[in-house]
């Protein structure tokens, strides 16, 4: 059976895609991606043989007029391209991961009677996941959502090196206290300002590793040195897994994704949700973490004094230890929970 594999632009969708497609492929099925040929595409992609289309489309939401009517002329080309495929390399079924390039996708696999299947990973259900979830055989999402239809809570496809071994190393109770620092892809640039003055004056011993992002090292450096903070800044560690281990609690936006993979490490989070993001799900997305008990929300309109007392009270309680006891288990079968679902619906219609 070959699955068509929908996902672009961004590590949210993307990175659940990659999980979900190494699965299918190490059980006997193949797959097909479409995506818009981004760098975290190619990169999330490139150890699975299969065969990759790229399509043009912008994001609808948010966008002026002219670009809405762009998209709108995008999908009904796209639709085409799609069946295209669908009957060229003879897809089964369709795996959709949000993002506005699902929509063609999935409108030509509902023309073609191709089953579609979606999957949310957010606690707020995104736009093109809302319209297409009305024609789709189950909705597979990442935290619980109310009044969803035909929906199985299967949690976040995170990717093999986020379920280590070593997430049960607790570390000695020593007064040295690690923390990770992380903004996101388009979340960074108040964290980077923000968070390293928190730390100025508090009576701990801290030792900091900082993810700023692009082209923002120096000033995050410069910020840390001022106020005379030790840290150690890099613009991206490319073992983000290995920073959360070492560390005995994250500071962090709250992306779903990122959220997932910091609590399957056993690890608690600081969530500072990004406050433009669509529909305040990140907002919702910490909401869900606070409510396993495994993270602290900051809202960015709160004064930094507010930050700064949150942080130092969990410092000061050791509420990282109960953290690092906690396991939150939602996430790590994600994958298998969503394949046995797919094989279970094709079998119970004799599709196969």
């Known amino acids: 059976m070959k699955f068509l594999i929908v996902a672009a632009k ?3 969708h993307v990175f659940p895609a990659s999980a979900i ?20 595409e190619k990169s999330a992609y490139e150890e699975i043989d299969s065969k990759i289309y790229n ?20 999908i009904f080309v796209n639709i085409f391209k799609v069946i295209k495929i669908i009957k060229e390399d ?8 949000g993002g506005f390039i699902t929509v063609p996708s999935g409108i030509a696999c509902w023309l073609t009677r191709k089953p579609i299947f979606l999957h949310e990973q957010n606690a707020v259900l995104g736009s093109a996941n809302k319209l297409l979830s009305k024609i ?53 640039e108040y964290i980077n300002q923000t968070v390293p003055l928190i730390f100025k004056n508090l009576p701990y ?10 082209d923002k090292l120096e000033k995050v450096k410069d910020l840390y040195k001022s106020n005379e903070i030790n840290a150690e800044v890099n613009e991206f560690y490319k073992n983000p897994n290995e920073q959360i281990i070492w560390s005995d609690f994250v500071i962090s936006r709250a992306g779903a994704i990122s959220l997932s993979e910091i609590t399957s490490l056993k690890r608690g989070v600081v969530m500072i949700p990004l406050p433009t993001s669509i529909d305040n799900h990140q907002l919702w997305n910490a909401k869900s973490i606070e409510g396993i008990s ?20 969990l410092i000061k309680n050791k509420v990282f230890i109960s953290w690092k006891n906690t396991e939150n288990l939602d996430h790590i079968n994600s994958a298998k929970i969503i394949i046995a679902n797919i094989e279970d619906f094709f079998e119970n219609n004799e599709i196969i």
């Open 90 to 97: 003879q897809i089964d079924a369709m795996i959709g991961f």
């Open 55 to 74: 399509l043009s489309i912008e994001g609808f939401r948010g966008s002026n007029l002219i670009i809405k009517f762009k998209v709108i002329y995008q």
């Open 21 to 40: 497609a190494k699965s299918l492929v190490k059980n006997n099925y193949e797959v097909v991606f479409i995506g818009t040929g981004t760098e975290i």
């Open 294 to 313: 495994m993270g602290i929300l900051h809202e960015q309109k709160e004064h930094i004094n507010h930050l700064q007392k949150k942080v130092e009270t």
């Open 10 to 12: 961004t590590g949210g």
């Open 136 to 188: 789709s055989k189950i909705n597979f999402i990442g935290f619980p959502i109310k009044g969803l239809k035909k929906a199985v809570l299967s949690g976040n496809p995170i990717r093999d090196f986020f379920n280590d071994s070593q997430k049960n190393y607790i570390g000695k109770d020593n007064e040295e206290i690690k923390i990770y620092i992380t903004g996101g892809s388009q979340g960074a």
């Open 205 to 214: 011993e801290l030792k900091i590793r900082h993810q700023c992002g692009k």
